[in-house]
């Protein structure tokens, strides 16, 4: 069972930069995620408006990893 291939994981794996819709705007979920984790972290630089999808989660993940989540 832990062997199957699921293409949504290795797709979360790759590079934002590699994904076709990384340069769509990002999502609304990915702005609000992006404005708590960066209120949390107390970075007001974290969040901005007009991110692409791809950017949106390159700073959700360095926020993340700043918050130790």
Known sequence: MGDRHNPKIEA????PED???????????QASYLKTLAEQADDPDGYADGLSKAEASKRIG????KLGL
Not at 62 to 65: D, M, S
């Open 12 to 15: 979360s794996a790759r590079d």
């Open 19 to 29: 994904w076709v819709s990384g340069d769509d705007p990002m999502t609304p979920a």
């Open 62 to 65: 360095a926020l993340r990893e």
